[in-house]
């Protein structure tokens, strides 16, 4: 039996994804979100941190993720950790974990906020209507 290696996360895009073709000729994107937990210390004080977490798509979801994700936009992703070590310019190992993801969801709504902004304006430089004279018939009263 293989060991279990699944994850799960929401948080915000921290800049548009970049999209790299492999030298095997495969399509990836990398980005990173930002994911925030709130919690309480001991003293009762709330507290927040941020975990900036490394992602990569291949394939398919690459076109998706550089077609369709930007910068500040909330998602969901499912995927799995994946180790990468390297030798640095001085010898020394270092290593860093990113998640291979295999599902996004996008959870930002469709109109940003800069769209909604754009409707308030449009809905104040709209004039009032003066109120109709309403018709005091009951010819279209269904009961």
């Given at each position: 039996m293989?060991?279990?290696?699944?994850?799960i996360l929401i948080g915000r895009l921290t800049a548009d994804p970049v999209?790299?073709?492999?030298?095997?000729?495969?399509g990836f994107c990398t980005f990173s979100i930002a994911n925030n937990r709130r919690y309480k210390k001991?003293?009762?004080?709330?507290?927040?941190e941020t975990n900036f977490i490394n992602c990569i798509t291949w394939g398919k979801l690459s076109e998706f993720t550089r077609n369709y994700l930007k910068k500040g936009m909330l998602i969901a992703i499912e995927g799995r950790l994946r180790q990468n070590s390297w030798q640095n310019e001085e010898?020394?190992?270092?290593?860093s974990i990113n998640v291979v993801v295999n599902n996004i969801q996008i959870l930002t709504p469709k109109q940003t906020s800069q769209e909604s902004e754009q409707t308030i304006n449009n809905i104040e430089e709209t004039p009032e209507l003066e109120n109709p004279i309403l018709d005091d018939t009951e010819d279209d009263i269904p009961f």
């Amino acid at each position: 039996m293989s060991d279990l290696n699944y994850v799960i996360l929401i948080g915000r895009l921290t800049a548009d994804p970049v999209y790299k073709v492999a030298q095997t000729g495969n399509g990836f994107c990398t980005f990173s979100i930002a994911n925030n937990r709130r919690y309480k210390k001991q003293n009762g004080e709330l507290a927040e941190e941020t975990n900036f977490i490394n992602c990569i798509t291949w394939g398919k979801l690459s076109e998706f993720t550089r077609n369709y994700l930007k910068k500040g936009m909330l998602i969901a992703i499912e995927g799995r950790l994946r180790q990468n070590s390297w030798q640095n310019e001085e010898g020394k190992t270092q290593s860093s974990i990113n998640v291979v993801v295999n599902n996004i969801q996008i959870l930002t709504p469709k109109q940003t906020s800069q769209e909604s902004e754009q409707t308030i304006n449009n809905i104040e430089e709209t004039p009032e209507l003066e109120n109709p004279i309403l018709d005091d018939t009951e010819d279209d009263i269904p009961f």
